[in-house]
Nanobody, 126 residues
Framework: QVQLVESGGGLVQAGGSLRLSCAAS????????MAWFRQAPGKERDFVAA????????DLADSVKGRFTISRDNAKKTVFLQMNSLKPEDTAVYYC???????????????????WGQGTQVTVSS
């Protein structure tokens, strides 16, 4: 089993920044893809960003390109989501997810992932 714990959420004004962290523990040996999804009230959980096991490839949803950056520190078993120029429509619960795979095919699909964190709330005021 793998446990994921997100942190860094909060309330921020539009145009501001937040940095989310997700720390992994448990059976984390091997190669893991890590990703962020978000879910706004009454909406489906949507892909935000993903990063390959060694960090050499990333993918971002069109809605966050140019504003968000995903990175990872494998020594600390942590993935980060740097969010800049935040907009009210970025308001959601942000979830960290991971899968013990290297293939990046379908990594924008939430069903690709085996383990999920509890989520952290991000609220952007206008």
């Amino acid at each position: 089993q793998v446990q994921l714990v997100e942190s860094g959420g909060g309330l921020v004004q539009a145009g501001g920044s937040l940095r989310l962290s997700c720390a992994a523990s448990g059976r984390t040996s091997g190669s893991y893809i890590m990703a962020w999804f978000r879910q706004a009230p009454g909406k489906e959980r949507d892909f935000v960003a993903a990063i390959s096991w060694n960090g050499d490839r990333t993918d971002l949803a069109d809605s966050v390109k140019g504003r968000f950056t995903i990175s990872r520190d494998n020594a600390k078993k942590t993935v980060f989501l740097q969010m800049n120029s935040l907009k009210p429509e970025d308001t959601a619960v942000y979830y960290c997810a991971t899968a013990p795979r290297r293939a990046t095919t379908s990594w924008t699909n939430l069903n690709y992932y085996n383990y999920w964190g509890q989520g952290t709330q991000v609220t952007v005021s206008s």
